[in-house]
DNA sequence: ACAGCGTTAGTTTTT
DNA sequence: CTAACGCTGT
């Protein structure tokens, strides 16, 4: 046990072998926060002080889960078997398919993603004669989900005026639909959990007296009805019987909280100090990842923000590199600059992989690749299309709902002609009235619908019927296989040009159904409560909550580029954050609103402590935006950041020695024109607004003509000559 | 049933 | 500037 403990510092130690009470731990970036979750659960499980079922550890993505499950497994000689690891979604599907009588739903319940719900919404909007530019579906969506995540029914959604009384009705309607259809969206799986245990005070007894350690990851992160949800399992509030109830140990960091406009309140941090009565708080602030000066830029960044709970990063090793920083003549100079500085890298022997450029918004990514790829550089964009999301997989998984639970209407209106088997959109209109009038889903319609027997109509259903009888009997991987060939998605994919891909994507459709079932027996379970509705309804649960890599990389070592957020809880050697303008970063959408301005701030301290030795912060002074240049300023967090830990970076500029490669090409074009204006490089100048500088490179001729000046007060600028007004000195 | 056209919007996102 | 969506015409 001794060991588990050896390589931890005095903070870490003292959270991980804190006594049986609430705690919160304040885990600064790179402080080693999910090592201490871990050797908490195993020094807790090694110490006897509790057993694994006793054990509930929550985490926001499946990636979390799995690296603390992988990361227990190391430290502990004992199976983790009986401990719940998971995201919030993931326990709750658990407690709702054990529970589903109890929480009011079929065995087969199915969850829908947020496509699936916007599809149903639109479904409703159009069978109650909604106008739907009044109301627009995203918006009915997010009006639906955010009452959801506060733990708000429609029953109880506050109507202040006509336009959000509507709202709430459709709120309602959605409600009943959902019942009547069988399927629950992400915020319900919470929402639902939650409300079960609530109502059913055993059951609530039952999950209280089990789990006797909560331990929560990104605590910051969590919404008010997750944190409900924690309060309700830890017996916080009420009077539970002596023995029961939990310890909750939180672990979050204030400072990267940014997902507030998911829903997430860093509130919570909070309400925990106070409901639970917490004396002090553990703040984890040696960082393991980070130079000295990275960290320094990040302290002072995030000092500019009012509400912190308040924590100083530091670290053992040395200041290292002065943090760069790029001003580029416009987003396309910027990318140029950024590839030539990764070729260098890459040719001093950096690994790919180990570079990141980061971005606030995926538009932002276009320039980026389009100079990587014409520099015949390797990259890989994260975020894109995840696997469950294709096309062809949406498909395939549809039969498989309908199959599971022919209430289903996204998954029948998704496939009733699809393949295209002469189904018209007339034919299903009739259908969805048919629906309506009878309160029924789609199936059941077109079952009663006086059908000629032989009729399109007639040959889907009883293809589906088919399929649902031959089910059962089938092991998951060929009702899979099954489902691809008989309802013609192999063969329309192999009529199609661009087919051969989306065949071979089906091809690991079923691959997945087949590791799916391998891990499923691994893991689990000595209890009988965790499969309500069998192997088929578990793969499509985990199809929905789990939606897959974004895409298998090739392989080959490659240079990432992501958005800031999808940066979080990752580091690299080498980090660019690009794109710091005012409006793009902080984004002016996020200024205008109320707290806006110190949640991008987050997002950049967010961004600054992703590198560990090498970091460059770079700008365009023109953008390409809507399809207009803009003229942009600095992002202002720049200026919040210490001078003294700065260096600004020239570029194919005279004399400076800087980065020349990739500069042959344009070389002769500025040469020519360095005495353009009678300006050349190196002429003392002064500018209206900017006031002293030097000129350092000149580009273009005549009315295009444009000169790099690094001004003493304000860095580096382009300027057009033609405008600028710049007077020799 | 589907191609082709016009319109419109355009942060961040995991489950 | 695009991409995505919806509508119209064949």
Redesign the pocket.
Request: glycine share 10%; no cysteine.
């Given at each position: 046990m001794s060991d588990l403990l050896a390589h931890l510092n005095p903070p870490q130690r003292a959270a991980v072998t804190l006594p049986a009470q609430h705690a919160l731990i304040l885990a600064g970036a790179g402080s080693g926060k999910t090592r201490v979750l871990t050797t908490r659960i195993a020094w807790l499980i090694s110490s006897g002080q509790v057993a694994p079922p006793g054990i509930l550890a929550v985490?926001?993505?499946?990636?979390?889960?799995k690296e603390m499950l992988t990361r227990l497994a190391a430290m502990l000689p004992i199976s983790t078997r009986g401990m719940w690891v998971?995201?919030?979604?993931?326990l709750c599907?658990r407690l709702l398919r054990a529970h589903y009588q109890d929480a009011g739903l079929p065995a087969q319940f199915q969850?829908l993603?947020?496509a699936d719900q916007l599809s149903v919404i639109?479904r409703l909007l159009k069978s109650l004669g909604v106008d739907?530019e009044r109301y627009p579906?995203?918006d009915v969506m997010h009006f639906i989900n955010a009452h959801k995540e506060q733990g708000v029914r429609a029953a109880q959604a506050e109507a202040y005026d006509q336009y959000t009384s509507r709202r709430v009705e459709l709120y309602a309607a959605y409600e009943a639909q959902c019942q009547r259809e069988g399927v629950v969206d992400?915020?319900e799986?919470?929402l639902r959990a939650y409300e079960l245990l609530q109502r059913n005070e055993p059951l609530c007894r039952h999950y209280q007296a089990r789990f006797r350690h909560i331990l929560v990851d990104e605590f910051q992160?969590t919404n008010r009805l997750q944190y409900a949800w924690l309060k309700l399992l830890a017996g916080h509030g009420s009077v539970i019987p002596e023995g029961t109830g939990a310890c909750l140990f939180a672990v979050g960091d204030d400072d990267q909280s940014?997902?507030?406009?998911?829903g997430a309140d860093i509130g919570n941090m909070h309400d925990l100090q106070r409901e639970f009565h917490l004396s002090e708080v553990i703040r984890l602030e040696q960082n393991y990842r980070s130079h000295g000066n990275i960290l320094d830029a990040a302290n002072a960044l995030i000092q500019q923000n009012r509400s912190r709970l308040g924590k100083q990063l530091w670290t053992e090793a040395g200041a290292g590199e002065a943090i760069r920083v790029f001003t580029g003549w416009s987003d396309v100079d910027e990318a140029r600059f950024i590839v030539s500085e990764v070729s260098a890298l890459v040719g001093d022997g950096m690994a790919r992989d180990q570079i990141a450029l980061l971005?606030?918004?995926?538009?932002?990514s276009?320039v980026l690749e389009h100079e990587l790829f014409t520099r015949g550089v390797p990259y890989r964009v994260?975020?894109g299309l995840?696997f469950f999301d294709r096309q062809e997989i949406r498909h395939a998984l549809a039969y498989l709902r309908l199959i599971a639970n022919p209430d289903d209407d996204t998954a029948f209106a998704r496939v009733v002609?699809?393949p295209?088997?002469?189904?018209?959109?007339?034919?299903v209109e009739l259908l969805a009235e048919a629906a309506r009038q009878a309160n029924s889903s789609l199936y059941r319609a077109a079952l009663g619908l006086p059908g000629k027997p032989g009729s399109?109509a007639a040959r889907f259903l009883d293809l589906v019927d088919r399929l649902r009888v031959q089910a059962p009997a089938r092991p998951l991987a060929e009702l899979v296989d099954l489902v691809i060939e008989q309802s013609g998605l192999r063969a329309h994919y192999l009529n199609d040009k661009e087919g051969r891909e989306r065949l071979d994507n089906l091809n690991e459709l079923i691959n997945a159904a087949i590791t799916f079932l391998g891990e499923e027996g691994e893991q689990e379970n000595e209890e009988q409560d965790s499969d309500g509705g069998g192997p088929l309804a578990a793969f499509l649960a985990h199809a929905?909550?789990?939606?897959g890599e974004?895409q298998a990389g090739d392989g080959q070592e490659a240079v990432q580029l992501?958005?800031?957020?999808?940066a979080k809880g990752l580091e690299f050697d080498t980090v660019f954050i690009t794109g710091l303008e005012h409006g793009l970063f902080p984004?002016e959408?996020?200024v205008?609103?109320g707290e806006?301005l110190e949640?991008?701030r987050r997002?950049m301290y967010v961004a600054v402590t992703r590198a560990r030795r090498r970091l460059y912060l770079t700008h365009a002074q023109r953008r390409?935006?809507?399809?207009?240049t803009h003229e942009c300023q600095p992002s202002l967090f720049l200026d919040e950041l210490p001078a003294a830990l700065l260096r600004r970076i020239e570029w194919r500029t005279a004399g400076s020695g800087a980065r020349a490669s990739g500069a042959g090409a344009e070389h002769g074009t500025w040469q020519e024109v360095r005495k353009a204006g009678g300006l050349r490089i190196g002429q003392n100048v002064h500018h209206a607004r900017f006031g002293a500088g030097v000129v350092v490179s000149l580009q273009g001729s005549g009315a295009d003509g444009r000169a790099q000046v690094n001004f003493d007060k304000h860095g580096m600028k382009w300027l057009h000559l033609a405008t600028a007004g710049l007077a020799l000195v």
């Open positions: 985490t926001f993505t499946n990636k979390a889960a998971g995201t919030f979604h993931g599907n969850i993603d947020l639109k739907d579906p995203r992400f915020a799986l919470l992160d940014i997902y507030a406009f998911r971005y606030r918004s995926n538009a932002q276009r994260h975020g995840r002609n699809f295209p088997r002469g189904i018209g959109s007339r034919t399109s929905s909550l789990e939606a974004h992501m958005t800031v957020h999808a984004h959408n996020a205008r609103a806006g949640e991008e997002l390409m935006l809507h399809g207009q």
